[in-house]
């Protein structure tokens, strides 16, 4: 059974960077199949794709994010992360790492998500 | 980006109810619909793939349908343990977006 688990600081202050890691467990991160995303829940709102990557390909990002965004995979520790600079307040929410599928694309398995706030 | 609207955003149903949750995407994404149940401190879990395919351990009283534009997750006799918020999410073109979700409570 694949879990993934986030990990990271849970207070950020503003103007500066976030980082998240997650490690998978119960899989490969190197499979061909799959690629890796993070999710995110600000409190009462939906839910925001902020962006995937490959296992030897290029990161995809949400353009409302790409300037601010880098996710990179660790393949030795079976990890991805996430960083998030210049951070506001807007940024603070539930921060989720997930496993998608191929195309038609879809999430198969999350991590419980950690919640991050921007604060000083 | 596809816009999903997802409707109604909230409804109160008693156990052993029918309950159907419609999405509409802002353009056509063929069957490229999934559908996701969200509950407080768990993870996530994914329900219907590809607008009507059962994820694996999903109770069948669980389905979808549609393809298009227009999609609807059914739950056909409610249990307790499906009171939860539900999206859609569109996995057609990157970005990828969901519906701003479904809150299902207990009448």
């Known amino acids: 059974q694949v879990q993934l688990q986030e990990s990271g600081p849970g207070l950020v202050k503003p103007s500066q960077t976030l980082s998240l890691t997650c490690t998978v467990s119960g899989g490969s991160i190197s499979s061909d199949n799959y690629y890796w995303s993070w999710v995110r829940q600000p409190a009462g709102k939906g839910l925001e794709w902020i962006g995937r990557?490959?296992?030897?390909?290029?990161?995809n990002y949400n353009p409302s994010l790409k300037s601010r965004v880098t996710i990179s995979v660790d393949t030795s520790k079976n990890q991805f992360s996430l960083r998030l600079g210049s951070v506001t307040a807007a940024d603070t929410a539930v921060y989720y790492c997930?496993?998608?599928?191929?195309?038609?694309?879809?999430?198969?398995?999350w991590g419980r998500g950690t919640l991050v706030s921007v604060s000083s | 980006d596809i816009q999903m609207t997802q409707s109604p955003s909230s409804l109160s149903a008693s156990v052993g109810d029918r309950v159907a949750i419609t999405c509409r995407a802002s353009q056509s994404i063929s069957n490229s619909l999934n559908w996701y149940q969200l509950k407080a401190g768990k993870a996530p879990k994914l329900l219907i793939y590809t607008a009507s395919s059962l994820e694996s351990g999903v109770p069948s009283r669980f389905s979808g349908s549609g393809s298009g534009t227009d999609f609807t997750l059914t739950i056909s006799s409610l249990q307790r343990e499906d009171f939860a918020t539900y999206y859609c999410q569109q996995g057609y073109i990157v970005p990828w977006t969901f519906g701003h979700g479904t809150k299902v409570e207990i009448k």
């Open positions: 990557i490959y296992t030897g390909g290029s990161p």
């Open positions: 997930v496993r998608g599928y191929g195309f038609p694309s879809f999430f198969d398995y």
